[in-house]
């Protein structure tokens, strides 16, 4: 089992900045984000190898950066320029072996 504990959400206005992390338990292969806001289907947002190849929906190119600390096992999602489109549910997850494990998930709502 891996544990992954979430933090970094919050309220921001449009065009500002929010960090989340994502600790992981234990080592993993890949570790990412997903998100789902209301009305809407869940979208993948990043992810990061444990080689640092990273994806990023064209949603967010440009304006999202994921790392990770390999040591700490933590995942890194740097949001800026935030647009109201982008409030949402943010969920961690972590495969391991072809296991997926997810975070409790945390709310960034972009509003003035």
């Known amino acids: 089992q891996v544990q992954l504990v979430e933090s970094g959400g919050g309220l921001v206005q449009p065009g500002g900045s929010l960090r989340l992390s994502c600790a992981a338990s234990g080592s993993i292969n890949y570790m990412g984000w997903y998100r789902q806001a209301p009305g809407k289907q869940r979208e993948l947002v990043a992810f990061?190898?444990?080689?640092?190849?990273?994806y990023y929906a064209d949603s967010v190119k440009g304006r999202f950066t994921i790392s990770r600390d390999g040591a700490k096992n933590t995942v890194y999602l740097q949001m800026n320029i935030l647009k109201p489109e982008d409030t949402a549910v943010y969920s961690c997850y972590a495969d391991r072996n072809g296991v997926r494990f997810w975070g409790q998930g945390t709310q960034v709502t972009v509003s003035s």
């Open positions: 990061i190898s444990s080689r640092d190849n990273t």
